[in-house]
């Protein structure tokens, strides 16, 4: 399995041609290969590929890249282009052993026409939130032998705040555990937990990330949602795509914002 983070692809060597770091990378990994092509053609990386899957016969190969969306924002800024994605595609096509597994923050429509066009083939997966005993179970069973470290109702109350945001359920459970630690307990009180809920809003940059992805008539919908909520909201573009990605849910017609955390940071910080 190779492993490639794009969020820092502006700052790679290859960031002009990204096809060449996933040849660096699998190389890297697989040293007895050939070295890969110096070469901007993304066609010469994809044959380099297509010989590595003659030479590693019993293997298959998984490419996961991370924050794929960061490619579109180097098109944008004009120190890459969407070659890149041909690239894509023409691998999809013709690997037979290699798989390429593209992990981004949003659905494809929403980075272009140069996304949808191209990678038509994809299979879409979304990963959405935990139902409350998967939150439970990653909260309470970590690993063998984790102590019962919340107080009463914690468990209960960081599953409702996050709405079992893989994320976030992770970040408060690790702010709490950090807290406990710097005093040498094992049992937390709701006051700590309360710290550790306010420290989620404040240590990540994710809330803003999550915002600032927004268009402006979305904002302008979430912002109405912080200020009142339940709502009925009219029917309209932006609300349609905040219900798909899952900012915004619906119950005998009213409106809510999913989780109640990006709901007190938009009052507190948009």
Known sequence: MVRINFQQLSGNPHREAPHRWIAAALHEVRPALPSPPDSAAWSDTLTWLQNAEAVLTREHILIAIDEIER?????????????F??????????LRRTRL????????HRLGRAWTDRLISVIHREITYLAPEEAEA???DPMPGFPEI????GVARIVRDTNGHPYLVQLVADALIRNLNGRSSLSAKEADLTRALDRALTDTPFFQELWS???EEER???LRLAEREPLTLEASTALKELVHGGYVTIAADQHRIAVPLFRTWIQEHA
């Open 71 to 83: 490619l579109q924002t180097g098109i944008e800024e004009g120190w890459t282009s969407a070659a």
């Open 85 to 94: 994605l041909d690239f894509l595609r023409a691998a999809g096509d013709s």
């Open 101 to 108: 597994l593209l992990v981004c923050a949003h659905p494809l």
């Open 138 to 140: 990653l909260l309470c």
């Open 150 to 153: 919340y107080p009463p109702g």
């Open 213 to 215: 992805d927004r268009t």
């Open 220 to 222: 302008e919908l979430l």
